[in-house]
């Protein structure tokens, strides 16, 4: 089998800067350029394709760029990614609606919440590991979703109604159903994220996390203050969650507990595994993937489910480390002689 | 020699009733190397253990260099200036040699989170400056070449020698080395005694755990003998060789075996 990743890599490293930039804007121009495409091969048939870009598909990317940052980069394994998701989405709806306060003055605090509930998780779960951390995890997401549909001022069940769109600006509008429009908003979240990503793999807390992630005690004892460094990515993850439920919101108007179960956390860590954990490209491909082929293959009816179930089972067995994995390209050694 | 880096003083250390280290007092001396030995069993690596923090000692005190150690957290201790080396290879497999270096090397550095999100000058001038610190390092410990390959597809020779970089990469005071020469051939064996005595001669101060006799004997200025968590010797080499307590820990008595 060919390797994507490695030719990928190779492309790009013999690109000068103006290739790079050259490569990158086409890329995004491509990917700008996804909602005209709806006639083609890539069209859903029953559902509508510039909606189902929108919500699964960028919002997954979003999210699972997110989750990587916790699982694939500092290896720490969390089921409750949900619920900065959620915390984000609630705080523009109950912001969106009870304050004058539009979304991108929301977004912010959206984020700032999120990243506020990850300190509050992080610090007491993240003294756990492996398993232990997983299962408080868990917990934490279903008890943001358990208080949203018991707590009066959510909206119990009902959830919120009536949360308003992002106000245009320079002629753009957000309609309800301007899909194009969220998403290239969500697009911009997006590079933004990658961004961010790419910036800190390679300094510092990007080797502090890998190293925490691949032996945590020897990490601790040459230095590196692991600890912080957990509820950082944990934070940052949660940064991610909390802007994509902020945008979720105010693009689908309606939330209820409902929308924030389990099953999102299980999804996007599917993706992130499916797609290659700890390698940004591949965590990106993963999501595009499973937030695409269930309605793709909608006209299976009931027999969707299955037939993604399989495909999750397949890709697994051949490739174990998911479609593009984390895999580190190794120089050749050096030729120069040192004195 | 000169006054003492670190003090061990009534070191005690159980787990549950097991003791594993009972009143067990030494220093180590500015720019010694010391020699750390004893049967298997003997407490070793939990002097290395309970110095690094790993374990919170259940008696005593442990001295740093004026400061006492206890309750101080793992990363600091290796901040304050002490380093180990892990006598089962721990490295980050995934990493390049040099980001293992560089990574323990992390430990002194300013810039962190945002400075590195911004891409900050200051973020930038220490990243290249540590790079550079990193393959002298690996340079000076004569695995130079090996910068850019991953640690997990090193020889075996050359991810001990990498063990030791690493921990050197944190700008220890005191470098704590839990058998640097496991698994090493003869000639080998030569080539790292001169390597630590370099270390030594660099301005470190050298704590040694190693189970090969004629290398100990041969790089140590001291040792210290440990056996059933007991110090039972603790003199130059010449003549802890000769000391019946020591000769009895590692061969046996022939008789009166009680």
Redesign the interface.
């Known amino acids: 089998m060919i390797n994507i990743r490695d030719k990928g890599a190779e492309i790009w490293e013999n690109q000068g800067r103006a290739g790079r930039v050259a490569i990158a804007l086409g890329a995004i121009a491509l990917v700008a350029a996804l909602p005209f495409m709806g006639g083609t091969l890539l069209n859903t048939p029953i559902a509508d394709y510039e909606s189902v870009l929108v919500y699964p598909i960028a919002m997954f990317v979003l999210m699972a760029i997110g989750l990587n940052i916790v699982i694939g980069k500092s290896g720490l394994l969390d089921l409750g990614y949900v619920a900065f998701f959620a915390i984000g989405a609630y705080t523009m709806g109950l912001l969106g609606t009870k304050t004058g306060l539009n979304t991108w003055e929301i977004l912010p605090i959206g984020i700032a919440m999120a990243m506020f509930s990850g300190i509050i998780l992080g610090v007491p779960a993240l003294k756990l590991r492996g398993d232990y951390l997983a299962i408080i995890t868990l917990g934490f997401g279903e008890i943001v979703r358990i208080v949203a549909l018991n707590l009066g001022a959510l909206g119990r069940s009902e959830g919120i109604q009536g949360i308003p769109t992002p106000p245009g600006f320079l002629g753009i509008e957000y309609a309800f159903d301007s899909h194009r429009i969220y998403f290239w908003t969500l697009l911009i979240l997006i590079l933004l994220a990658i961004w961010?990503v790419r910036?800190?793999s390679v300094?510092?807390?990007g080797?502090?996390w890998?190293?925490i992630r691949?032996?945590e005690?020897?990490?601790?004892?040459?230095?590196?203050?692991?600890f912080r460094y957990k509820v950082?990515a944990f934070v940052l993850g949660a940064s991610v969650g909390g802007a994509a439920g902020v945008i979720y919101a105010s693009k689908t108007l309606f939330i209820a507990p409902d929308n924030f179960t389990l099953q999102i956390s299980i999804l996007i860590l599917a993706c992130v595994v499916f797609g290659g954990m700890g390698n940004i490209w591949g965590v990106i491909l993963g999501a595009v993937i499973l937030g695409y082929l269930p309605d793709r293959i909608r006209f299976l009816s009931e027999a969707r489910l299955l037939v993604f179930g399989l495909v999750l089972v397949i890709m697994m067995n051949l490739r174990p480390d998911g479609l593009l994995p984390?895999k580190?390209r190794?120089?050749?050694?050096?030729k120069k002689v040192?004195? | 020699m000169s006054s003492p880096l670190m003090e061990l003083k009534g070191v005690t250390m159980k787990f549950g009733g097991v003791v594993a280290l009972n009143d067990v007092t030494f220093d180590v001396k500015k720019q010694e190397i010391l020699g750390l030995i004893g049967p298997n069993g003997a407490g070793k690596t939990t002097v290395f253990n309970v110095i690094t923090g790993v374990y919170q000692i259940t008696g005593g005190e442990i001295v740093f260099d004026g400061k006492s150690l206890s309750g101080v957290k793992r990363y600091r201790i290796t901040k304050r200036g002490i380093a180990r080396t892990f006598q089962n290879i721990r490295l980050w497999g995934d990493m390049t040699a040099l980001e293992n270096v560089m990574t323990a090397a992390d430990t002194h550095k300013k810039s962190g989170l945002v400075s590195g999100l911004f891409g900050l000058p200051v973020s930038r001038r220490e990243e290249k400056r540590d790079k550079e610190r990193a393959q002298e390092l690996l340079d000076f410990i004569g695995i130079g070449e090996h910068a850019d390959r991953l640690a997990k597809n090193l020889p075996y020779g050359v991810q001990r020698r990498l063990e030791i970089a690493r921990a050197m990469g944190a700008e220890p005071k005191l470098l704590l080395l839990d058998e640097p020469a496991a698994g090493f051939n003869p000639a080998e064996k030569v080539e790292l005694a001169a390597t630590i005595r370099k270390i030594r001669d660099a301005g470190y101060t050298i704590l040694l755990i190693e189970h090969d006799m004629s290398l100990v004997m041969k790089v140590s200025d001291r040792v210290v003998v440990l056996d059933f968590g007991q110090k039972i010797a603790d003199a130059s080499p010449n003549i802890v060789q000769d000391d019946p307590r020591v000769i009895e820990a590692y061969l046996g008595v022939p008789e009166d075996a009680s």
């Open positions: 961010m910036r800190l300094r510092r807390a080797r502090a890998e190293s691949q032996d005690d020897a990490a601790e004892l040459l230095g590196v203050p692991t950082w984390r580190k190794e120089k050749a050694p050096n040192n004195s």
